[in-house]
């Protein structure tokens, strides 16, 4: 393709992606697909000539449009925001169409010291000190991964430039807790932890926040058996309830061991923007690293995960391989960021956020988010003040979890109306919920914050959750 075919190509493809955004409360929210149904649409191998823009376009509306579940459908309450502003889509496709190649600072010295700058931004944004410097990882596993192998190297002694773990006579141990995202298991286990070293610290019952005591005594535990207590990952907006761990104490008794403290802030780091919120994250300066995903309620598409750390001279020491052919006259004085992190070819991906704060700006994104916070109380004010209804957790920020519960109907009855009643409306289309099991009872999450979703929206699925849940109780 020349670029006066792309020109004209690209036209066309704009065309119809901001048409497909326009009519998007066209589609069901969940895709309406089952199993195999796309696959079995495609051809079953290459394409073995060149074919027409329009012939893909019809694919694309054919295919592939049916096969997704419309995340950036205003009535997706579904797992987390998974908001792409269009701002920030310019800035990826302009990434893409820059081509380059970041595998050093000589290999694109603008891909890195944007990526530096809009670090920085975004750390003035969320009101973190100067202290910390930042990076962009694809995804919060990622980060979390990275944050465990550096904490693993600084508490084994840097174990990695001897025999590694398979050398060390006590084993690291980590802690976390059961509402914490499943990619910190995997991170752990990943990071050669064992799984038999991984503590789940119980939670307060109220909050299902993590309890300090509990951690207190349970690394007191660990030190007295001749284990090293490692690296505490601390959930700052759990993924189920959206619960913050006490952070400015767990980092205090992290530091009794000089264990590192991993800040989970993936969905809810978003909230730093707010000062009113900021109370949420008291004591995260204290922590080791902290990851937080712009790409989730921010709104600048994927793969935008922050990824901070306060030293980033250990995460350097870890992570460097400096080969040979990578090596060039200006190292001393520059960030190499393929030692920050696993991948050595890197995205420009400090585009997506540059795009997005320099186009909506600062102040809209913090508007709309307050304008989800207020949708959220709302409907949390409605759920609690209607008769057998109940919201089951405290509400932090734009999660609501909730249950109809009808008289006489307990336990396992009672989870099956709940998946019922949830199934039926996911199954419609008409808006789409993640359930979750808390407690041991299953219990349906309403998660606000798509760039789209007004307060009429949120007025019409208290209306469907309200029909469907009696319609569904026979
Ligand atoms: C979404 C989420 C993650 C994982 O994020 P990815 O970027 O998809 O890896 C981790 N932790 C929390 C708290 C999350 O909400």
């Not at 579904?78 to 050093?104: E, M």
């Not at 995202?181 to 064992?194: D, E, I, P, R, Y």
């Not at 209306?463 to 319609?471: C, D, G, K, V």
């Amino acid at each position: 393709m020349t670029p006066e075919e792309f020109r004209k190509a690209g036209h066309e493809l704009i065309d119809w992606i901001a048409d497909y955004r326009q009519r998007i409360d066209s589609y069901p929210v969940r895709a309406q697909v089952t199993p195999g149904e796309v696959h079995r649409k495609l051809p079953d191998s290459p394409p073995s000539q060149s074919e027409s823009l329009d012939a893909l376009i019809t694919d694309l509306e054919n295919i592939v449009v049916p096969g997704i579940t419309q995340v950036q459908h205003p009535m997706h309450y579904g797992w987390f925001p998974s908001n792409a502003a269009l701002a920030s889509v310019l800035g990826d496709i302009t990434s893409s169409g820059l081509g380059t190649l970041g595998i050093s600072w000589e290999s694109c010295p603008a891909l890195t010291e944007v990526e530096e700058v809009v670090c920085d931004w975004m750390r003035q944004l969320a009101g973190l000190s100067d202290s910390w410097q930042g990076t962009i990882h694809d995804t919060a596993s990622t980060a979390c991964l990275t944050a465990l192998l550096v904490a693993r190297e600084r508490l084994s002694e840097f174990s990695e430039f001897g025999g590694g773990l398979q050398g060390l006579n006590k084993p690291l141990i980590v802690y976390t807790t059961e509402q914490a995202h499943t990619s910190v298991v995997k991170a752990a286990m990943l990071a050669g932890f064992g799984q038999l070293n991984i503590r789940q610290i119980s939670t307060d019952p109220q909050t299902y926040a993590m309890s300090a005591d509990v951690l207190q005594r349970t690394m007191a535990d660990d030190v007295d058996k001749g284990y090293i207590p490692a690296v505490v990952v601390a959930s700052l907006g759990s993924t189920g309830v959206v619960t913050f761990d006490p952070v400015d104490e767990v980092v205090d008794i992290a530091a009794q061991h000089g264990a590192w403290v991993h800040a989970d802030a993936a969905m809810a780091g978003t909230a730093m923007m707010l000062p009113e919120c900021r109370d949420l994250f008291k004591g995260i300066e204290g922590a080791d690293s902290i990851s937080w995903n712009p790409h989730k309620w921010m709104g600048t598409i994927l793969d935008t995960s922050l990824f901070y750390v306060r030293d980033p001279r250990t995460l350097v020491h870890v992570m460097s391989t400096n080969p040979s052919y990578l090596r060039s006259s200006v190292d001393g004085d520059v960030t190499q960021y393929r030692d920050w992190g696993i991948p050595l070819g890197r995205r420009f991906r400090a585009l997506k956020l540059w795009f997005h704060l320099r186009l909506d700006g600062p102040e809209a994104i913090c508007e709309r988010l307050r304008r989800d916070l207020d949708n959220a109380k709302w409907l949390e004010r409605q759920v609690s003040t209607t008769d057998n209804w109940k919201v089951v957790a405290p509400v932090r920020l734009q999660t609501i979890c909730i249950r109809h519960e009808p008289p006489g109907l307990e336990g396992e009855a009672l989870d099956a109306h709940t998946l019922t009643w949830v199934n039926a409306i996911n199954e419609s289309g008409k808006a789409f919920l993640s359930a979750s099991v808390l407690d041991g009872r299953w219990m349906v999450r309403v998660s606000i914050g798509v760039e789209s979703t007004t307060r009429d929206h949120v007025k019409a699925l208290w209306e469907l959750l309200q029909a469907t849940a009696l319609e569904k109780l026979v």
